[in-house]
């Protein structure tokens, strides 16, 4: 079993910054690869950003050089760096945490607002 728990979000204005972060306990051994969602209200959820074990890392068009995702495996934790924010980047933001090695398990935060005013 795999914990989350997100902190970081807030309110600010539009090219403002924020850094998201992900703390993983229980089994983070199995882990495999870990991302960032987010989902507007009557939106899906979508993929912002990934990292695996091997630190590659994934952007959607939509934040690719804005945003930067690392880890920190000595804090097991992720962060998600915040720059240039717009005001379609609202949302809630979801920690996601992937295992697959002995079988598929997805683990999900609770999620942490994030609120970009113009």
């Known amino acids: 079993q795999v914990q989350l728990v997100e902190s970081g979000g807030g309110l600010v204005q539009a090219g403002g910054s924020l850094r998201l972060s992900c703390v993983a306990s229980g089994n983070i051994f199995s882990i495999n690869a870990m991302g960032w969602y987010r989902q507007a209200p009557g939106k899906q959820r979508e993929l912002v950003a990934s990292i695996t074990g091997g630190r590659s890392t994934n952007y959607a068009d939509s934040v690719k050089g804005r945003f930067t995702i690392s880890r920190d495996n000595g804090k097991n934790t992720v962060y998600l760096q915040m720059n240039s924010l717009k005001v379609e980047d609202t949302a809630v933001y979801y920690c996601?945490?992937?295992?697959?090695?002995?079988?598929?398990?997805?683990?999900w935060g609770q999620g942490t607002q994030v609120t970009v005013s113009s």
């Open positions: 996601n945490a992937v295992q697959y090695t002995l079988g598929y398990r997805e683990s």
